[in-house]
């Protein structure tokens, strides 16, 4: 688990990094649209630890460990890893505070909302309240559309026709429910900065997209309209995201400026930077994960035999047949270590007698683990039967 979030968070940071630091230039080459589907590679941070590297050989150990096995030896289990115990607990417990602030906000959002005044119009629930929310759109299975008290005196026939293509807009795209896995990758990383950040960017982002799909197809005139109404909408919007499910507000202050300068660029959405990205991601992962398990491989083999030791070692059972007759022997096994630092790859390079202790040796060994700071290593044991130690 350790492994998987390590590797994980640092292809998040390095995604973040780039898009972060690329944000002005994406937007101007690109538009809001296309900048706005390309955070949907954040995700794919969560795979790339996954991605199988290519196949490589990594070299053995020229000399096999010995490991003597005796009639009815207990196998060797260490304790549990204490320091990896306590970073998971601290890992958890961040994730549960995030996700339990988001949640009470979520229903301290919805007593309040149903308080209120509020109807039904087919399966669009719509809120009417005094507070500084709305307009916005939020909900994962049913579209809720909350609106100020004031929203006919506000906002004209046309302003509020905008308003409502804006939430529609939102809704349509999904922006609810891509809110909710933001969170989640958020909550996931809770430890590194860079998420929060890449939070609020890419939120801004989302409303900046909004925008370029309502006017996609409009007039200047509907353009000047536009800009009045998000002007008019600023005087009541927060100053900041929250982590409610509803969408960054329609008028909030910190990206209007960002927002009425984008108004001119209605640029369509080019579906290809971010499949030709992802599928880079796969590759460049699948590179480095070779590139790493190769080095490591080599690095390991470099290293003493003591070294690469098992911290979970079950003995294979003495088989009762060969005891009865007083048989000795030894099995040579050939196998690598993966990232979990599990055996895989288990195979028989050798056997005296041969078939005699060979299946108690596989089953026992595939059940060995190893620290994953070894994954890649290809090593060979040699597992040596005998009853009489002095026999040896």
């Given at each position: 688990?350790?492994n998987?979030?390590w590797q994980?968070?640092?292809w ?9 630091s690329?944000h ?11 900048l706005y589907?390309?955070?949907?590679l954040?995700?794919?941070a969560?795979?790339?630890p996954?991605?199988p590297?290519?196949p ?7 000399l ?5 096995v005796?009639p009815?030896?207990?196998g ?17 417990t961040?994730?549960l ?14 007593r309040?909302?149903n308080?209120?005044?509020h ?14 929310l709305?307009?916005a759109i939020?909900?994962?299975?049913t579209?809720q ?7 006919l005196?506000?906002f004209d ?11 529609r ?11 909710l896995l ?14 929060w950040?890449a ?9 900046l997209a ?17 800009a009045?109404?998000l ?7 927060p ?7 509803i969408t960054?507000?329609?008028?909030a202050?910190?990206?209007?400026t ?12 080019l579906?290809?930077?971010a499949?030709?990205c ?5 590759c460049a ?5 070779t ?7 080599q690095t390991?083999a470099?290293q003493t035999?003591?070294?690469?030791t ?7 059972r ?7 007759e ?24 050798d056997a005296?007698?041969?078939?005699v202790?060979n ?34």
């Amino acid at each position: 688990m350790i492994n998987w979030l390590w590797q994980a968070n640092i292809w998040l940071s390095i995604l973040s990094v780039l898009l972060l630091s690329l944000h002005p230039l994406l937007l101007k080459w690109y538009g809001a649209r296309t900048l706005y589907s390309l955070w949907l590679l954040l995700p794919v941070a969560l795979l790339l630890p996954l991605v199988p590297a290519l196949p490589a050989q990594s070299p053995a150990n020229l000399l096999p460990e010995f490991w003597l096995v005796l009639p009815d030896e207990p196998g060797f289990v260490p304790q549990a890893n204490a320091v990896t115990f306590v970073v998971l607990l601290l890992w958890a417990t961040g994730t549960l505070l995030v996700f339990g602030y988001a949640l009470l906000s979520q229903l301290r959002l919805q007593r309040q909302l149903n308080a209120g005044r509020h109807y039904r119009s087919g399966t669009l629930v719509c809120y009417r309240t005094d507070s500084a929310l709305g307009p916005a759109i939020f909900g994962l299975l049913t579209p809720q559309l909350i609106l100020p008290d004031n929203f006919l005196q506000r906002f004209d026939r046309q302003q509020r026709k905008l308003i409502l293509q804006h939430e529609r807009a939102h809704w349509q795209s999904a922006d609810p429910q891509c809110n909710l896995l933001a969170l989640i990758l958020v909550a996931l990383f809770w430890f590194n900065p860079l998420s929060w950040l890449a939070y609020r960017r890419y939120r801004a982002d989302q409303e900046l997209a909004c925008d370029a799909r309502v006017l996609q197809q409009q007039d200047n005139t509907t353009l000047v309209c536009y800009a009045r109404t998000l002007l008019a909408a600023m005087q009541s919007a927060p100053p900041t995201v929250n982590f409610n499910s509803i969408t960054q507000h329609y008028g909030a202050l910190a990206t209007m400026t960002e927002r009425l300068t984008q108004l001119k660029q209605r640029r369509p959405l080019l579906k290809y930077p971010a499949l030709s990205c992802a599928l880079a991601l796969l590759c460049a992962a699948s590179l480095l994960q070779t590139t790493v398990a190769v080095t490591e491989s080599q690095t390991t083999a470099a290293q003493t035999k003591t070294e690469i030791t098992p911290i979970v070692r079950i003995n294979p059972r003495y088989p009762v047949k060969a005891a009865a007759e007083g048989i000795n022997g030894w099995v040579q096994l050939s196998f690598n270590i993966d990232a979990q630092g599990k055996v895989e790859n288990l195979r028989v390079l050798d056997a005296n007698p041969r078939a005699v202790f060979n299946d108690e040796a596989l089953q026992a060994v595939a059940k060995w683990r190893y620290h994953p700071d070894h994954a890649g290593s290809n090593l060979t044991i040699q597992l040596a039967f005998e009853l009489d130690t002095d026999s040896r």
